[in-house]
T-cell receptor, first 114, second 114 residues
């Protein structure tokens, strides 16, 4: 089975500063990778995903993530954060060899400080 | 709004009781997933259904069961409830069970066991 590690449980960052949320997964076989965001009192929403092709994927609100197969990582970055980015971020892995089961990390709480 | 609905929004009950959580997937989605989110265990995959059939099983306790009905809505039954079952229960849906398909999450049902 896969496992997903989000190394930082809490990340405080000042507004307009850059941020990186780290994610590592256990298996080096081909996987699908996702970042989900959870705003307070809401369900999870897909932020971006990597299925194949270019290793750099972007979201519509300025986040990007890079798939690094050799390091089994899928870190999430944003060059300049806004107050509205304050939320919980979850990295997830789906292993096509096991059908469709999603494995989620424990989440990173991003707090943007004015 | 993801298009996935969950009822009830909140549920307060006592230990030893049984409850049923309901989920309606997005229109057109055939696959339904159940997750448990608690502070100490993070987001845990419980079970998945596709077009009425159980597709994958995660960390679901024997006291818990689920099913997907012909109209594709799903119910999660939790019995002999314990204090530790207090959590946020999410339902998600996707168009098909393939790992690359985005899962759309409902707003969740918050279960409190007293």
């Amino acid at each position: 089975a896969q496992s997903v590690t989000q190394l930082d449980s809490q990340v405080p960052v000042f507004e307009e500063a850059p941020v990186e949320l780290r994610c590592n997964y256990s298996s080096s076989v081909s996987v699908y990778l996702f970042w989900y965001v959870q705003y307070p009192n809401q369900g999870l929403q897909l932020l971006l995903k990597y299925l194949s092709g270019s290793t750099l994927v972007e979201s519509i609100n300025g986040f990007e993530a890079e798939f690094n197969k050799s390091q089994t990582s899928f870190h999430l970055r944003k060059p300049s954060v806004h107050i509205s980015d304050t939320a919980e971020y979850f990295c997830a892995v789906s292993d096509p060899n096991t059908g469709n089961q999603f494995y989620f990390g424990t989440g990173t709480s991003l707090t943007v400080i004015p | 709004d993801s298009g996935v609905t969950q009822t009830p929004k909140h549920l307060i009950t006592a230990t030893g009781q049984r409850v049923t959580l309901r989920c309606s997937p997005r229109s057109g989605d055939l696959s339904v997933y159940w997750y448990q989110q608690s502070l100490d265990q993070g987001l845990q995959f419980l079970i998945q259904y596709y077009n009425g059939e159980e597709r994958a099983k995660g960390n679901i306790l024997e006291r818990f069961s689920a099913q997907q009905f012909p109209d594709l809505h799903s119910e999660l039954n939790l019995s002999s409830l314990e204090l530790g079952d207090s959590a946020l229960y999410f339902c998600a849906s996707s168009v098909a069970p393939g790992g690359g398909n985005e899962q759309f999450f409902g707003p969740g049902t918050r279960l409190t066991v007293l």
